[in-house]
Nanobody, 127 residues
């Protein structure tokens, strides 16, 4: 059983920055692609970003690609999401997730490509 735990959320003003972290249990973390999703109030959960197992390949949703940066530290079993120039519309619960094996890059943004999810961390951006 894999456990994922997000942290780093909070209340910030528009224009500010945050770094979210997600720690994973288990010894095989470095062999899995990982991703971030978010769910705003009253909306469906949506893809934000994903990173390859080695960290050398990333994918972003068009809405965030200029302001969000996904990275990972395999020695710490951790992925990160650096968010800059926060907007009110970034308010959401942010989830990290582990991708199942052998998923093509064209499916990295699909929720069905992920098998384990964290409980989420709330990010609230005030105007």
């Amino acid at each position: 059983q894999v456990q994922l735990e997000e942290s780093g959320g909070g209340l910030v003003q528009a224009g500010g920055s945050l770094r979210l972290s997600c720690v994973a249990s288990g010894r095989t973390f470095s062999t899995y692609e990982m991703g971030w999703f978010r769910q705003a109030p009253g909306k469906e959960r949506q893809f934000v970003a994903a990173v390859s197992s080695s960290g050398d390949s990333t994918l972003y949703a068009d809405a965030v690609k200029d302001r969000f940066t996904i990275s990972r530290d395999n020695a710490k079993n951790t992925i990160y999401l650096q968010i800059s120039s926060l907007k009110v519309e970034d308010t959401a619960v942010y989830y990290c997730a582990r991708m199942v094996r052998y998923v093509g890059r064209h499916s990295w943004s699909s929720q069905g490509a992920y098998d384990y999810w964290g409980p989420g961390t709330q990010v609230t951006v005030s105007s």
